[in-house]
């Protein structure tokens, strides 16, 4: 390789720099047998979640990552099939459970379009508003969590504290912090109440003046320039061909955001920028995270501005519940009640795929339909579960530390990959 | 997603380019185009789809498995198929029934396929030819059964109301 | 100066009463030993689903803290833990993940279970999930909700101290018939 450093003939006129670069990244050869295979996790500090990753390491340098999946398998595809429609919604949130109004949302078009229903536009409104607050708080867990991983440990605190704001949000609107039920086939259940307003134009003053904080503290950081520029380079055809989605994608210059490309709920009238990276190393896809929030909060300041008055949930009371102060009065009403409530709506036979973009992703729901009132089969297509293909091209020659670095920067959410 | 005059020349010109018993029907329903495809030849549709047409779909999204008990041939495999440059979705569809449930695999022509058809061939038990890694994924390795069929057992634990519970049995007695 | 004092002995009578009323404090052996267990609980860093995420805001945001507690201490590996949150779904292919995990742990050790999906399979009643926890888990404290609040879990951990503070076999054998299930590792 090269000098000894300290050698006795040539104490130390090898440079400093020159004697770190003394092991390469090259494979050593055939006759080199120091191939080590590791089994790192389930349970294991930086995976997130239960991820099981066979590792072959030579050295230092990982040669093959095989993922291994299935530990918080649930069936919730297969408890989806006994379940009326609106029951359906509480499993499906489950599954990708940090962006739990994006499940909702996919599983609702999907029933939307096979019923033929139209969405008020306030609902799609709010729809929105809500989905864009999940989408940052989803982008702040995962910043204190890859921040962590990485070694920046202060964005655990300031990601978890932030993320407390807009879950109390979610707590005012929707009455629970987490899988709030809050999207229902035909709009929202409820709307939102009086301050909600004025405390999410707060959230959003106040985020502001924090993700500068946070790209102080990270962005221009020798450390965490050093460990995420560079590696985890994937190129754009790979990726393509392995079905990746969402930043993962965008971080390496491919400006792909179903919200611009089919427009679903609304999304055509915000004005906002898909931010796309160059080179598609995990600086690319940190920087492009962190900018997805800052539109995510130019979309969510648009729609309180322009957000428009109306029903906030279908008026086909086949579908949505009515509300309760005519149950008093109509006759009707009651029956459409108990027969929701009893037995729920059915759906003509049919089958759709409807697709949004997550935070991580394309994230596609199947359903199709018997003409029952329970779904005869819904299967989510998962961001996470594909990207995760991704992760054996993205770690291959990288030191350990960095192919660390790559998980946390791929975003895995296990419960979507395993459903 | 093609209207349904465009979905019925796609299938036209597949029948033409890969064959006749290729292309088995077309359903177009609620603006959603599905090309009903045999399952032999189903690597050969999606490799012209994505090289022959003129109007190529380029990316696979997505492959997952539907079992429609208790119509005959029970098990589905759907192909997601979708085009970027024209924000354009085709669904592919085939059909196998339970005694023969062998469909060729597209893991050299969509890498993506790898892990879903992993996940098709445990849910339902349909074999893909030519997969690399044709295992369980997501079940453990021994389990035995496909879950996610019609006439699998739901599973899990009766629930307890007060009529069944003396007659229950309770795992600490 | 005082102190220094009453331990050699040098102090008499008025003094010596006064001193003792004011500083020492008399106890147990076994009640100084829970007090100093329940106020420095390691909890084991393991996170399955939606609860872990909450209960990564509950160790990690400032607003729920539970370092007030004493048990910010997250240890990863289950030699040096001794508080097992179960957060999570538990899967049928987890569990012996699980079960190891908690052999592992030296006594000793209590088991939370947090959320509905460990202490009961919450919504899962399917062929995949283990239907709770307490199936193959001595587990001593149960925090419902789906996924219980911040407020919960901890409300949930200090009556996992108050159960320490009691007895930290608290009986546990007796109580499932569980003799002859004693580890032998």
């Known amino acids: 390789m090269t000098e000894q450093p300290g050698s006795m003939t040539e104490p130390l006129s090898v440079p400093y720099r020159e004697r770190e670069r003394s092991v390469t990244m090259e494979p050593m050869g055939e006759e080199h047998d120091e191939l080590l295979t590791i089994n790192i996790g389930p349970h294991h500090p930086a995976t997130h979640g239960v991820l099981r990753l066979l590792t072959t390491l030579e050295g230092e340098i990982v040669r093959d990552v095989k993922p291994i999946i299935g530990y918080v398998h649930t069936g919730i595809e297969k408890s989806c099939e006994d379940q009326q429609y609106w029951k359906v919604i509480p499993f499906v949130e489950r599954m990708d459970y940090l962006s739990y109004y994006f499940n909702a ?11 033929d229903e139209e969405v008020p536009e306030r609902a799609q409104w709010l729809r929105v508003i809500h989905l864009e607050l999940n989408r940052v708080a989803s982008h702040l867990f995962w910043i204190a969590t890859g921040a962590l991983d990485i070694g920046a440990i202060t964005m655990l605190w300031w990601g978890c504290r932030d993320r407390d704001l807009a879950l109390d949000l979610f707590e005012m609107s929707g009455g629970q912090r987490f899988h709030t039920r809050y999207f229902q086939v035909g709009g929202v259940v409820e709307d939102i109440p009086p301050g909600f307003e004025e405390m999410t ?5 106040t985020m502001r003046t924090r993700i500068p904080q946070y790209l102080s503290l990270l962005d221009r950081n020798e450390i965490w320039l050093q460990r995420t520029k560079g590696t985890g380079i994937v190129p754009m055809e790979d990726l393509l061909a392995l079905g990746v989605t969402g930043p993962l994608l965008r971080a390496t210059g491919h400006p792909w955001d179903l919200r611009k490309a089919t427009p679903y709920s609304g999304y055509e009238n915000f004005d906002f920028k898909v931010p796309v990276g160059t080179v598609g190393d995990n600086y690319d896809r940190f920087r492009v995270r962190v900018e997805e929030m800052l539109e995510s909060l130019k979309i969510i300041e648009q729609a309180l501005d322009g957000l428009p008055e109306g ?14 102060h005519e149950l008093a009065t109509s006759m009707e009403a009651l029956i459409h009640h108990f027969k929701l409530v009893t037995e729920g709506f059915r759906v003509p036979p049919g089958e759709t795929y409807a697709a949004i973009e997550s935070p991580r992703g394309e994230l596609g729901c199947y359903v199709l339909a018997d003409g029952s009132a329970k779904p005869a089969r ?5 961001p996470s579960f594909v990207n995760l ?14 192919f660390i670095a790559c998980v946390a920067m791929l975003d895995p959410i296990l419960g979507g990959v395993d459903r | 997603m093609p209207d349904a005059t465009g979905l019925e020349l796609i299938a036209q010109r597949v029948r033409e380019k890969v064959g006749d018993e290729a292309v088995t029907g077309t359903l177009y329903y609620r603006r959603h185009a599905t090309l009903d495809v045999a399952p032999s030849s189903v690597r050969d549709v999606i490799a012209y789809l994505r090289d022959g047409e003129d109007e190529p779909w380029e990316r696979l999204m997505s492959v997952h498995g539907v079992d429609y008990l208790p119509e005959e041939p029970r098990l589905g495999v759907h ?4 085009s970027m440059e024209r924000a354009d979705r085709l669904n592919v569809r085939t059909r196998v029934g339970t005694d023969e449930p062998r469909v060729p695999s597209v893991v050299d022509l969509h890498p993506t396929a790898d892990f879903q058809e992993r996940e098709v061939f445990d849910m339902f038990g349909v074999v893909f030819d030519g997969h690399p890694d044709m295992r369980r994924i997501l079940m453990p390795e021994d389990y035995e059964g496909y879950p996610q069929r019609r006439d699998f057992p739901m599973g899990g634990e009766p629930v307890i109301y007060t009529f069944n519970e003396p007659k229950l049995p309770r795992w600490y007695d | 100066m005082k102190a220094q004092q009453l ?46 995420i909450e209960m990564i805001t509950v160790v990690g945001s400032p607003r729920n803290d539970l370092s007030r507690f004493g048990a910010e201490v997250i240890r990863f590996s289950p030699r040096q833990a001794d508080l097992l949150i179960l957060s999570g779904r538990v899967s049928i292919k987890m569990a012996p993940i699980i079960r190891r995990l908690y052999e592992q742990m030296l006594e000793p050790k209590w088991v939370i279970a947090m959320g509905a999906c460990s202490s009961s399979a919450g919504m899962f009643n399917n062929y995949a999930v283990v239907q709770g926890a307490d199936k193959f888990l001595p587990v ?12 919960a879990l901890i409300y949930g951990i200090m009556k996992l101290q108050d159960q320490i503070m009691g007895d930290p076999a608290m009986g546990w054998r007796e109580r499932y018939r569980a003799e002859g299930t004693e580890e032998v590792a």
């Open chain 1, 378 to 382: 819904v299967h989510m297509r998962d």
């Open chain 1, 389 to 402: 293909q991704a992760l054996p091209v993205m770690a291959r020659d990288h030191l350990l530390a960095d």
């Open chain 2, 79 to 82: 192909y997601e198929l979708l």
């Open chain 1, 105 to 115: 949302m996919a599983f609702c078009m999907a029933v939307e379009r096979l019923l």
């Open chain 3, 140 to 151: 001593d404290v149960y925090v419902p909700g789906c996924p219980p609040r911040p407020e």
């Open chain 1, 311 to 324: 029903p906030y949930i279908t008026p086909n009371r086949k579908v949505a519940l009515p509300p309760r």
């Open chain 1, 201 to 205: 134009r707060a959230f959003i003053k």
């Open chain 3, 7 to 52: 331990l050699r002995g040098e102090l008499e009578g008025e003094d010596l009463e006064r001193e003792v009323e004011q500083r020492l404090l008399f106890t147990k052996f076994e009640e100084a030993q829970n007090w100093a267990r329940k106020n420095a609980l390691f909890p084991l860093g393991f996170g399955l689903a939606c609860c872990a």
